[in-house]
């Protein structure tokens, strides 16, 4: 799957957002990619997975795991194209953690999914979970990475779909805001 397919498939399904957007990172952005609007269809989020499973098929992982909420449809298809076990972290208290239940063998290895990248946080986050298990992260895999110049670095290798440059804004130098624009807090971590 090319990168150009991905944006018509983002396009296609109302998955890239305009207007006024509060980040978790806590700066502003006029553009927003929500990919539960192309992953709410089964057909999309197949292709998807299979298509960021071919990135990390020769790395044999044992497992696939995602943070909630965004990254658990990711990883259960790449998981499933690539014949492996699919888990996700969620939160406990302020922490990541895998629950219900799940765990990892000592040494499994081990790929990160998620939906969209920006600073890396909670895939280093869902990293530190893999490896309190046990785990080894082999890679990570995201339909989009839009890192930007403030990303945490990656001790392992990122493989996204495709890759967008949205411009970001401290509140306080945030045009949108001298627009008068409304603020809206979209994704799943609460303000």
């Known amino acids: 799957m090319r990168a150009q397919e991905v944006m018509e498939l983002l ?3 109302g998955a890239l957002l305009e207007g006024h ?7 502003h952005s006029g553009r927003y990619v929500q990919c539960a609007r192309l992953l709410q269809y089964p057909w999309h ?11 990390v098929r020769d790395l044999r992982p044992g497992a696939v795991v995602g943070p909630a909420l965004g990254g ?18 969620e939160r ?12 990892l063998a ?8 998620e939906d969209v990248v920006t600073t890396g946080g909670s ?7 893999v490896a309190a298990q046990g785990g080894e992260v082999v890679a990570a895999v995201a339909l989009v990475d839009r ?5 945490h670095p990656l001790p392992f290798p990122l493989f996204a779909l495709v890759r967008l440059e949205i411009e970001t804004f401290p509140p306080e130098a945030c045009p949108l805001c001298r627009a008068g624009l409304p603020l809206e807090k979209p994704g799943s971590r609460p303000r």
Do not use: D, K, Q, Y
């Open 11 to 13: 396009r296609a399904t």
């Open 21 to 27: 957007f509060l980040l978790s990172s806590g700066l």
């Open 45 to 55: 989020a197949e292709a998807v997975g299979r298509a960021l499973a071919a990135f």
């Open 72 to 89: 658990i449809l990711v990883a259960h298809e790449v998981a499933r194209a690539l014949g492996v076990r699919s888990l996700f972290a």
């Open 92 to 103: 406990e208290g302020e922490r990541l953690a895998l629950r219900r239940g799940f765990a």
């Open 106 to 113: 000592p040494g499994e290895r081990v790929v990160v999914a």
């Open 123 to 129: 895939t280093l986050e869902t990293a530190e979970v």
């Open 147 to 151: 890192r930007g110049p403030a990303a």
